[in-house]
Structures are given as C-alpha cells and as structure tokens.
C-alpha cells in the first residue's frame, strides 16, 4: 500500500513542470467557460422571455408551436439540455441562430473579424497617443500638457460614446467628408476580395487590392479613433497615475542625483518600471473593446460581435448569445495567458 | 529612431485615410437603400413572414396573381396565371398560366412549378402557412386539392366556396410566391424540399435574384436574366442594414444613399428644406391599438371601455410625437382596404369621458396596468393614455418589458391593457376581421394564441359567425357592406381602442420616381423605380 502510494507520487512528480502548468492552464481554462457557459445557459433559459415565439412569431398556432418546442429540445429537463449543448459545442457545433437562420459558427467567423479589426486598430491609437501622453503628464505635472491630459481623461470618461459617435460622423463624414460614412466598405467594393482572415484591412493588403483597402481605411478610422479616444482617455491616466509613483521613488531620486539624463531617467528607469502594470491595464482596455462596442457599432453600421449578441439576446436568441459568450470567454482566458506571458517576459522575478 | 518611425507610420496612415475621396453618387442604374433589415431569417416563401424579408421576397417571386404597383388601388392582377375560372359550386378555381415567364436558372414557369409551390408551403407547416391552410388545404389532401393537370392549368380545390377576392387577394402574400421545382428539388437536402438552401438563396421568376445577403448588414439583388417582363432600369438594388435614423438621414444627405426608410419625425423635418431631397408619405396598413382583457372586471365594463375609448388624446398624440407618422384611424381594416371605415367616432372628452365613468359599476376607476413594450412611440402613447386616463381618477401603472415579454403575457392573457401593433398578414379584409373578431371558443383550453379577440378573453360567437359569413360572401359591394357594419359594431362594443394607421415616410433624392413601399396591401417594388 505505502510502495504504491510511493510509486504513483513518484510517477506523478515525473511530469516535467511546464506541462503541469500547462495541464492545470488547461484545466482552469476549460472550467472558467465552462462555468460561463453554464450560468449564460440557466440565465436564458430562465429569462421570462418564450424562445419558441423568437423563432415561429406571433401569428403561428398552437400545433405550431408545440412542435417548435420539441424541436428545439424544451420538453427535457435543463440539465440535460445544458448536457446536449456541451457535447454539441464539444463537437464544433454552436447550433443554428433563430434569428439569422444560419449556423452561429457562420455568423460568428462573419461578425468577430469586424469586431477585431475595429478594437484592434482602437486600442493601437490608445497606446500609441495614450502612453506617451500619460508619461509626458506626468512627467510635467501641472504644467498644459498635464492639464491637456486630463481634460482628454475627463471628456472620454463623461462624454456618451453614442452622442460623440453621433457628432464624429456629422462632422468628419457629413460636413467635412474626410471619411466614408457608416458600414465596412463602400458599396461599390464589396465582394472584390475573397476573404483569408474576414478582417479587411489585411485581407485586401495581402491580396494587392489596394482601393479596396483605401475604402476599408475610411470607414474604419472614425469608429476606431473614437474607440481609440476612449481607451486613450482609460490608458493616459492610468499611465500618469503609475508614472507618478515611480517618479516619486527615491531610485528615481538616486538616478538623478548620480547625472543621468532626464530621458534616461524616465523611459530608461521609471517606465521600465510600469510596463507591467500598463500590460494589465492595456490587455484590459483591449478586451473590452473585443468584448464589443454595441453602441459605436450600432451608430456606425459596423456589424461586429457586441451588436450580433445584444442583438440575439433581445431576440433569445441563445445559441447566438451562447456562442458569443464562449467567444468572449475564450478571448479574456487568452488574454490573460498572454498578459502573463508577457509579465514574465517582463520581469525577471516572476520566472 | 524606432518611436519616431512608429509615430511616422501611424500618422502617414492617418493621413492617408483622411485624404481617401469617400463621396460618390450612385451609378444611375443601382439603388442603394438605407433600411432596418435584421428581422430577415429566410428568403423561403413558404417561411418568410417578416417586413423585410417581404420586401425582398416581392421582388423575386412572382405570384399567380398580384398587385401593380403604380396601381395598388386596382386590387390583384393577372401575374404567371392570365386567367381563371370558378366552378359552380365555388369550390374549384382552374387557373391558366400565362406564356413567357422564366425564372432566373433559365426554366420557364409551369402548373408544375406552382402545384409544387403551393403544396410545399402547405406541407411544410411553418408559420405564414396558414393564409392557404385556411382554405381546408392540409399535408394530407394536397395531392388531391392542389393538382396541375398540366403545364398550362392548375386546379385548387377549396373545401367551402369561399369569396374568390379572397382566395386570390390571399394568393398575392409572400407565401404565394411560385418557386423553381427544378432548382429547388436539385438542392433538396433529407427530403427538406429544397428548405435549407432557398433559406440563403433564391429561385423566381420575379425581375430580380439575391446575389448575396450577410445578416443584419445587406442584401444585394441582381437583374434576373432570364426576367420575361420590361427590363427595370435599376439593375442592381443594395439594401443596407443601418439602424440609426440620424446615419440614414447623413447618408441621404451626402448623397451616399437613395432612399432612407427608417427616418425618425425629426430626421423628416430636418431633411425639408435640404437640397436635393425630398419626402414621400405614404399610408400602411399597420395599426397602433390599446385592449382591454375581459378576464378583469372593470375592463369588460362597457361604461369602462367608453370612457377609456373617450379619454384617448387621439389628436393630440398624432399632432404631437406621432405627427407625420400616424394618422387617426379607429376602425380594425386599414384604409384602402375592402371594407375599410373611415369614420371616427371617438375624439378626446374627458368630460363625456367622465359621464361614461359615472355611469359604470366603477365611477372611482381603479388601478390599470398597461403592458408596453421599450419603443419609444409605445412609450409615448402609454404615458398620453396614462396622463389622461389618470385625469379620469384611473391609477395607470406602465409595464414596460421588450417585444417578447410583453407579447407573452399578451398570449397568456395576464396583461390589464395592451398597448400594440398589428398588421395585415394578407391583403384582405379577413386578415384583421379575422383577429380581431373572431373567437369561438373563449376557453383557457382553446389556446387560440393568434386571435387578438381570444387573448383579451373578449367571447364573441355572434360576431364571429358574421365576419366568416363574409368570407363565403361573393359579391364585393354585399362584401364591403358587411365589414363595414362589422366595423361599426366593433367600434361600439369591443375591448378594443384602435387609435392609428401608420403612414410610412421614406426620405429620397429628388431624382427618384416610382417608389411604392406597398401601401397597406402589399411590400416594396424596385422593378419601376427610376432615377
């Protein structure tokens, strides 16, 4: 009994650790959505909203509707319709949108590019614009560049997105006309390209289509500058507040006394210093944005995963809502494998 | 070196798309529409039953009969049958088809494609199925009841004689749309009749095929090649799925658009003195009603419902946040149809409306709730009815919830007052008679969801016996008089508080003619559209 014992800790130790880490990731991974697809599962199913009316109408009879019922499984207990839906979604199958009638797999490869083209390009104007501006900030507290900062920070944190998304368009598109309006690409260069990644900006790039590009480029930059606004305004502050600390540390102190340079002193020792925190912060602002922004994508037609899940869970449609959650899910897991990642690229200590 | 490289390329792609040239006019043969077009599921006639999948259906399927759009008023007309005829009994109409319809694949129109049409919606049993299954039509007799004896002649069996206006009237909805056997049995997955594939793809003879449709986002007719009719001359129509009434009214503007269909009252007055752009109104057939449920006491009060009907602020909600939107209209048939009333007998009295009260077994009133679901006209018009139906000492409580959840408790008949739409599923008078009075069977048991009449609880058999005495009626005048009396009565004695019709207003260019959204009868027709 001992040597087994003995022996099966003894195999168990063998695993080297990266794949002991890489076993309970995985584990933790698949728990945590798991765990999410189960609770989106019973909030849909117990909402006081008729799924079977979402897909037959009102005017259908009550055969009709008996029969819808059975169809989409609603006789059976919940937990096994919960069961049925983990060994489909197991076997690649998100089920059929009721609202769209088309595989939530098809909709889902459809609206998630638009939706990662859009918060990647927003989050890139943020930390480019919002770094430095933070530093800088910082650097010079209370100086007009500070005041600059905050006021950016107040309005982007004040404004409604709707109402600024409203007032981009009505400027920049319908006076000035420096962008193209609402939707991904101007009618006259839709299905030129042949999608690769579903985002169009790159698949145009990579298939030379460079005016369909310049199209793509147009629309997508006022949505993406206003979304960019708003993770500047998240990311400068942030960026400032950590700057500030560190520029208050008596390392900082130290490198001065010892003459080095002020560029030296602040992007060479303080800011090395904040990289770690502003990753969270950035992976954050990121994931948010992938998360969706309903309301920047219903003002400017931009048919992306925010507006196809709110959208679908109005409707009930839950196979749509469902598969967005494990999307999602699976985006905020990502991100912070990738944050940690980076944390130990970053700093030392944590390997 | 690196930083300001980066700083480079991100301004220099700034700049770039800063400087692209965004506006273009549209080319003269294509039509770009702004519209809401997410409620789209499936282009299957046998299954499409929402507006903007009719709209789209309209312009690729033809149908038996029809109705043209530059004369709506004219009623159905010859389409792929030229003629037929009704037997003696009234009970089999014999159709012929006409010459020289050929549907996009190439393959010409026959009984054939028709029989196959009107069998599979039949068999298929999805919701609109009952516009032909109410003519005794079942999976089980359509072999016998809906027969092509050949290419030319198709023969429907009804199982009463009903009103021919009313058999055809129905034949014009969506459901009717004749579609390609040929293509569509090809693409037949599990005996499925080709369900699957004409969810996503289409097959008419109509002027036009869906060359691609993404959700929610857009949909893109072509010129049906093989089209028998006079060539349209728009030759391409692109609908754009763009919800914001103010990113319509900006595209209309820069002229990246021309037509907008879901402008807001405000975006309309915006848009009247803009160059270039004009506003064409036009009347629909859906209604905006309140009910009573008779399950509660007071409400099945007929003193009450007087009294509601008389403090309803119909001028004042339609001259206000409603203006240019709906018109007063107190009758179940919209105007332009059979039969339709135009009288309005109810305007805004709160004294007279107080007098009904007194009256009644409940002079104080008492508390009201009012179901209403979070848009914003609806919510409009149940704070109106809240403001002067208070003044009659009721205390109104709004249940606001979405569409879904208000509609359940509708069909569960636990709402006090329902504040809601309806539209015409068919151009005929039975399609609203038929709801709005009709109900048998007054019974929990019944479960008779689709009749407005049952979810208030409002029993009705004399009423009911009337209005399907109109659908066997075959003179059109002896028909019109006996839905107007329907009506009149209606009026007087239903839970019913009918307040507006809509009236659709589509802000176009200037340059645009001919573009009928359809009236109150039917949907959109890009094929005579100019520009």
Redesign the interface.
């Known amino acids: 009994m001992a040597d087994t014992t003995h022996g099966e800790g003894r195999r168990a130790s063998s695993f080297p650790p990266w794949l002991k880490k890489t076993l309970a990731t995985l584990a933790t991974v698949a728990a945590t959505i798991l765990g999410l697809l189960f609770v989106t599962f019973m909030i849909g199913r117990v909402m006081?909203?008729?799924p079977v009316?979402?897909v037959?109408?009102?005017?259908?009879?009550?055969a009709?509707?008996n029969?819808t019922f059975r169809d989409l499984g609603l006789d059976k207990p919940l937990l096994t319709q919960f069961w049925i839906y983990v060994t489909d979604v197991l076997r690649g199958d998100l089920g059929e949108s009721?609202?769209?009638?088309?595989k939530v797999t098809t909709?889902i490869a459809?609206v998630f590019p638009a939706t990662l083209e859009l918060a990647t390009l927003g989050t890139?104007?943020g930390v480019?614009l919002g770094v430095p501006l933070g530093v800088i900030a910082a650097v010079r507290r209370g100086s007009w560049i500070d005041q600059l900062a905050r006021f950016v920070g107040l309005i982007g944190y004040s404004m409604p997105i709707f109402w600024l998304g409203?007032v981009g368009?009505?400027i920049f598109?319908?006076i000035l006309?420096?962008?193209?309006?609402?939707?991904r690409l101007?009618?006259?260069y839709?299905?030129i390209v042949e999608p690769i990644t579903g985002m169009l900006l790159i698949d145009s790039a990579l298939r030379g289509e460079w005016a369909v590009f310049?199209?793509a480029?147009?629309h997508i930059?006022l949505p993406a500058s206003l979304l960019g606004y708003y993770s500047l305004a998240y990311i400068s502050r942030m960026t400032r507040s950590f700057m500030l600390e560190q520029l208050g540390s008596e390392y900082v102190i130290t490198a001065r006394v010892k003459g080095l340079s002020e560029w030296q002193v602040v992007w060479g020792h303080a800011f090395r210093n904040i990289r770690i925190q502003l990753i969270t912060v950035i992976a954050l602002a990121y994931a948010n944005l992938l998360e969706g922004s309903v309301l920047t994508e219903?003002?400017?037609?931009w048919?992306g995963l925010g507006?196809?899940i709110t959208?679908s869970l109005?409707?009930?449609d839950m196979n749509s809502v469902l598969g967005g959650t494990i999307v999602i899910g699976t985006i905020f897991v990502a991100i912070n494998i990738f944050s940690d990642l980076l944390y130990r690229f970053f700093d030392p200590r944590s390997k | 070196m690196k930083k300001s490289f980066?700083?480079a390329v991100?301004a220099s792609?700034?700049a770039?798309?800063?400087a692209?040239p965004?506006?273009?006019e549209?080319p003269p043969n294509?039509l770009?529409i702004a519209n809401r077009i997410?409620d789209?599921?499936?282009f299957d006639p046998a299954e499409s039953?929402?507006f903007a999948g009719a709209d789209v259906s309209r312009n690729v399927y033809q149908k038996l009969v029809n109705f043209d759009p530059l004369d709506l008023d004219a009623g159905y007309q010859p389409q792929l049958a030229e003629s037929w005829e009704i037997s003696e009994d009234g009970k089999t109409i014999t159709f012929t088809m006409a010459e020289g319809h050929v549907f996009s694949s190439g393959n010409p129109v026959t009984a054939k494609d028709a029989e196959f049409s009107l069998r599979r919606a039949v068999t298929l049993?999805?919701?609109?199925s009952?516009i032909l299954t109410q003519f005794g039509f079942t999976p089980d007799n359509v072999e016998e009841t809906i027969v092509a004896t050949d290419d030319k002649t198709l023969v429907l069996t009804l199982d009463k004689p009903y009103a021919l206006s009313f058999v055809l009237n129905c034949l014009t909805a969506t459901i009717g749309g004749i579609v390609d056997m040929e293509t569509a049995m090809a693409n037949e997955v599990d005996g499925d009749k080709g369900s699957e594939w004409l969810?996503?793809n289409t097959a008419g003879s109509g002027p036009y095929k869906v060359v691609?449709w993404?959700?929610?986002?857009?949909v893109?007719l072509d010129l049906n090649p093989n089209f028998g009719g006079e060539k349209p001359a728009m030759e391409r129509v692109?609908v754009?799925?763009?919800?914001?009434s103010?990113?319509q009214r900006?595209?209309l503007?820069?002229g990246?658009i021309d037509v907008a269909r879901n402008l807001s009252p405000e975006d309309v007055a915006g848009l009247e003195d803009a160059e270039g752009v004009k506003i064409v109104d036009e009347l629909r057939g859906r209604l905006m009603y309140w009910s009573a449920n008779q399950k509660n006491e007071m409400l099945s009060d007929p003193k009450v419902l007087e009294a509601l009907k008389l403090a309803t602020d119909y001028e004042g909600m339609s001259g206000s946040f409603l203006k240019g939107q709906y018109t007063v209209h107190q009758a179940f048939l919209p105007r332009t149809f059979l039969g339709a009333l135009d009288e309005t007998p109810y305007s805004f009295d709160i004294e007279a409306a107080k007098a009904a009260l007194a009256e009644s077994a409940h002079p104080d009133c008492g508390a009201i709730k009012i179901s209403v679901r979070d848009a914003q006209e609806r919510l409009d018009i149940g704070q109106s009815l809240q403001n002067t139906w208070g003044q009659l000492g009721c205390d109104i409580e709004l249940i606001v919830?979405?569409g879904?959840?208000t509609?359940?408790r509708y069909?569960a008949r636990e709402h006090d007052i329902y504040l809601g739409a309806w539209g015409p599923?068919y151009p005929d008078p039975n399609t609203n008679a038929g709801t709005f009075a009709v109900n048998p069977d007054n019974s929990d048991e019944a479960?008779?969801?689709?009749l407005l009449a049952w979810r208030n609880a409002w029993g009705i058999p004399e009423m009911t016996e009337k209005t399907l005495a109109a659908v066997v009626e075959n003179d059109t005048d002896t028909r019109r008089e006996m839905y107007l009396e329907l009506q009149r009565e209606h009026q007087k004695v239903s839970p019913f508080g009918i307040m507006f019709q809509q009236i659709e207003q589509n802000g176009m260019k200037e340059s645009v003619e001919n573009f009928v959204a359809g009236g109150a009868t039917t949907a959109v027709s890009y094929w005579v559209i100019t520009k």
Not at chain 1, 298 to 301: E, P, S, V
């Open positions: 006081p909203i008729d009316l979402a037959i109408g009102e005017r259908a009879t009550q009709q509707y029969q009721i609202r769209t009638g088309q909709d459809r890139l104007f480019v409203l368009l009505l598109y319908g006309g420096w962008v193209a309006g609402p939707g101007g009618i006259f839709q299905g310049r199209s480029f147009s930059i219903i003002i400017f037609a048919p507006q196809y959208t109005l409707a009930n | 980066a700083a991100v792609f700034m770039a798309g800063l692209v965004v506006t273009a549209t294509m770009v997410d789209i599921k499936t039953f929402e049993d999805k919701t609109p009952f969810r996503t691609e993404r959700p929610s986002e857009s893109l692109i754009q799925h763009i919800q914001e103010a990113t900006l595209q503007e820069r990246d919830g979405t879904a959840q509609l359940d069909r599923d479960g008779a969801t689709g």
